[in-house]
T-cell receptor, first 114, second 115 residues
């Protein structure tokens, strides 16, 4: 079985500050890891993904995440928050026989203060 | 030129009614999904079809029945709607190649309210 834990259901940062959203996963097989963003009243949009290869992955809107196998983590960062980054963020894991069956974390609400 | 489109976007109905939600994708993906997002924004997979074949069928009341007439379409029919069915239902698609997962493309969701 696979699982995801997102530490912190709410994160608040000031505009221009570093954004750090934490995700830890559990998987008995090499994982595929994803971050999705959901703006109010919209569907989820894929921000970035780790499949294999380079452990630092870059996504859209200036976000990036680093896969750390030893820490079973896949934290999402952005150097400088923008007001438009305020949204719900979901980390997800799949892999092995569960390729294509993503298990999602409970989400983190990011608030950006002016 | 929407990649994954769902209809309707909003659905308000009375308890006991039967309703359907439709989903279509124009990405050429071979796998489609239904996810349920509850009021706390938790996402739970319900069903998945690969080339019209049901491959994931989670613990969902049998009042929910998916149908995939072709690999570009996945519909969800719900019988005898209950208050607890109120949620946002998302359709998604993906392309799985040799067990490599590239992630989902989601539709914009259908907000179902049962009164």
């Amino acid at each position: 079985a696979q699982s995801v834990t997102q530490l912190g259901s709410h994160v608040s940062v000031s505009e221009g500050a570093l954004v750090l959203l934490r995700c830890n996963y559990s998987s008995s097989v090499p994982p595929y890891l994803f971050w999705y963003v959901q703006y109010p009243n919209q569907g989820l949009q894929l921000l970035l993904k780790y499949t294999t290869g380079a452990t630092l992955v870059k996504g859209i809107n200036g976000f990036e995440a680093e896969f750390k196998k030893s820490e079973t983590s896949f934290h999402l960062t952005k150097p400088s928050a923008h007001m438009s980054d305020a949204a719900e963020y979901f980390c997800a894991v799949s892999g092995g026989t569960n390729a294509g069956k993503s298990t999602f974390g409970d989400g983190t609400t990011l608030t950006v203060k002016p | 030129d929407t990649a994954v489109s769902q209809t309707p976007k909003y659905l308000v109905t009375q308890m006991g009614n039967d309703k359907s939600i439709k989903c279509e994708q124009n990405l050429g993906h071979d796998t489609m999904y239904w996810y349920k997002q509850d009021s706390k924004k938790f996402l739970k997979i319900m069903f998945s079809y690969n080339n019209k074949e049901l491959i994931i069928n989670e613990t969902v009341p049998n009042r929910f029945s998916p149908k995939s007439p072709d690999k570009a379409h996945l519909n969800l029919h719900i019988n005898s709607l209950e208050l607890g069915d109120s949620a946002v239902y998302f359709c998604a698609s993906s392309q799985i190649r040799q067990t490599r997962d590239y992630g989902y493309t989601f539709g914009s969701g259908t907000r179902l309210t049962v009164v």
